[in-house]
């Protein structure tokens, strides 16, 4: 397609993912919200990218002055970042419900052992929320809960697949999350029947950057579903931030946190706005305020965009922890 179409199909994409910013204050009626978020959302979808050969994505190549930011960090710094417990575990899990192949866990991550991907993804383990060992999580929290006697797996240093020289293209904005902001404003006026669509096209198209992954068919568009897909679709991407804070999906729960040696885990929200350094703090009277009482810490104020917050989940462990 011409230049000129492609981005104005970018563009439209954008507009639907702000539509999408808005829309948890466009439902409950925020004041200077638009209305029928929603609505404006769908409606941009289908003028958005319409094939992932037109996916935004940032050019990168195996020059020194070319790699992608995530080979530059990793190249210098690796081992200072390590997998978290929860995407590795939705994407086993997603294995195991036979909805998911293991093409995106071992791109996106290292294995733990050096050996190669296992199908079922057993040899991939997430980073524990204070390197425990014994905190299950209730039913239905991602944790990173398993055995990681071999160690935990790093990111993957994004070559080309290949020869890992860093070329790979960081997605930006794609057909992928195009068509689940459909899946997602479908469902929420029209129910699973009316996501379908989306959702099958997204799964019908799956990669990352120019890395493809075999399509693997219908799962069932529920929000859980959908959010799950668009979760780890959007690896590196901080969209997947305000998914959560609008839909509370998927369902994790943040490493707790020891106040003193020997003390027990208490929860603490997942931040729903980002921090503000100590200057601002002392120098800016609008920063929003927070508090801690010593047993929870008061959420930092939400954005007016996101007036509802997410429940805050824990642990079921009560064994305290030793830092």
Same mark, same amino acid.
């Given at each position: 397609? =011409? @230049?000129? $179409?492609?981005?104005?199909?970018?563009?439209?994409?954008?507009?639907?993912?702000? /539509? #999408?910013?808005?829309?948890?204050?466009?439902?409950?009626?925020?004041?200077?919200?638009? =209305?029928?978020?929603?609505?404006?959302?769908?409606?941009?979808? &289908?003028?958005?990218?319409? !094939?992932?050969?037109?996916?935004?994505?940032?050019?990168?190549?195996?020059?020194?002055?070319?790699?992608?930011?995530?080979?530059?960090?990793?190249?210098?710094?690796?081992?200072?970042?390590?997998?978290?417990?929860?995407?590795?575990?939705?994407?086993?899990?997603?294995?195991?419900?036979?909805?998911? %192949?293991?093409?995106?866990?071992?791109?996106?991550?290292?294995? +733990?052992?050096?050996?190669?991907?296992?199908?079922?993804?057993?040899? /991939?383990?997430?980073?524990?929320?204070?390197?425990?060992?014994? #905190?299950?999580? +209730?039913? %239905?929290?991602?944790?990173?809960?398993?055995?990681?006697?071999?160690?935990?797996?790093?990111?993957?240093?994004?070559?080309?697949?290949?020869?890992?020289?860093?070329?790979?293209?960081?997605?930006?904005? !794609?057909?992928?999350?195009?068509? @689940?902001?459909?899946?997602?404003? $479908?469902?929420?006026?029209?129910?699973?029947?009316?996501?379908? =669509? /989306?959702?099958?096209?997204?799964?019908?198209?799956?990669?990352?950057?120019?890395?493809?992954?075999?399509?693997? %068919?219908?799962?069932?568009?529920?929000?859980?579903?959908?959010?799950?897909?668009?979760?780890?679709?959007? /690896?590196?991407?901080?969209?997947?931030?305000?998914?959560?804070?609008?839909?509370?999906?998927?369902? @994790?729960?943040?490493?707790?946190?020891?106040?003193? &040696?020997?003390?027990?885990? *208490?929860? !603490?929200?997942?931040?729903? *706005?980002?921090?503000?350094?100590?200057?601002?703090?002392?120098?800016? =009277?609008?920063?929003?305020?927070?508090?801690?009482?010593?047993? $929870?810490?008061?959420?930092?104020?939400?954005? &007016?965009?996101?007036?509802?917050?997410?429940?805050?989940?824990?642990?079921?462990?009560?064994?305290?922890?030793?830092?």
């Amino acid at each position: 397609a =011409p @230049l000129r $179409a492609v981005y104005t199909r970018v563009a439209n994409s954008l507009k639907a993912r702000l /539509f #999408m910013h808005v829309a948890e204050a466009s439902v409950a009626g925020v004041a200077g919200a638009p =209305p029928a978020a929603y609505d404006s959302a769908l409606k941009y979808v &289908p003028l958005g990218i319409n !094939t992932p050969a037109d996916d935004f994505i940032w050019y990168h190549d195996g020059t020194a002055t070319g790699n992608n930011i995530w080979y530059q960090f990793q190249a210098t710094r690796f081992g200072d970042l390590s997998a978290g417990g929860a995407l590795i575990e939705i994407l086993k899990d997603r294995i195991q419900a036979g909805i998911e %192949g293991n093409e995106r866990l071992a791109f996106y991550f290292l294995t +733990a052992d050096g050996e190669d991907p296992a199908p079922d993804g057993s040899n /991939f383990f997430g980073y524990r929320p204070s390197a425990t060992t014994d #905190m299950p999580t +209730a039913p %239905g929290v991602y944790n990173g809960n398993g055995d990681a006697a071999g160690g935990y797996s790093f990111f993957n240093t994004y070559g080309d697949g290949e020869s890992a020289d860093g070329g790979t293209r960081i997605p930006e904005l !794609t057909y992928a999350e195009t068509q @689940l902001i459909g899946a997602e404003a $479908a469902f929420q006026l029209g129910g699973q029947g009316a996501a379908q =669509p /989306f959702l099958d096209a997204a799964r019908a198209n799956r990669s990352w950057g120019t890395i493809p992954f075999p399509a693997l %068919g219908s799962v069932p568009a529920t929000l859980e579903n959908i959010m799950e897909e668009k979760y780890t679709t959007l /690896f590196l991407n901080p969209e997947v931030w305000n998914d959560y804070k609008r839909t509370c999906l998927p369902s @994790l729960a943040p490493a707790p946190v020891n106040d003193s &040696p020997g003390s027990a885990p *208490r929860a !603490t929200p997942i931040a729903a *706005r980002l921090p503000y350094g100590q200057q601002e703090n002392t120098a800016n =009277p609008n920063v929003p305020a927070t508090s801690s009482t010593g047993v $929870a810490v008061t959420p930092i104020s939400q954005n &007016p965009n996101d007036p509802n917050p997410c429940p805050v989940l824990n642990y079921t462990s009560s064994t305290p922890l030793a830092n």
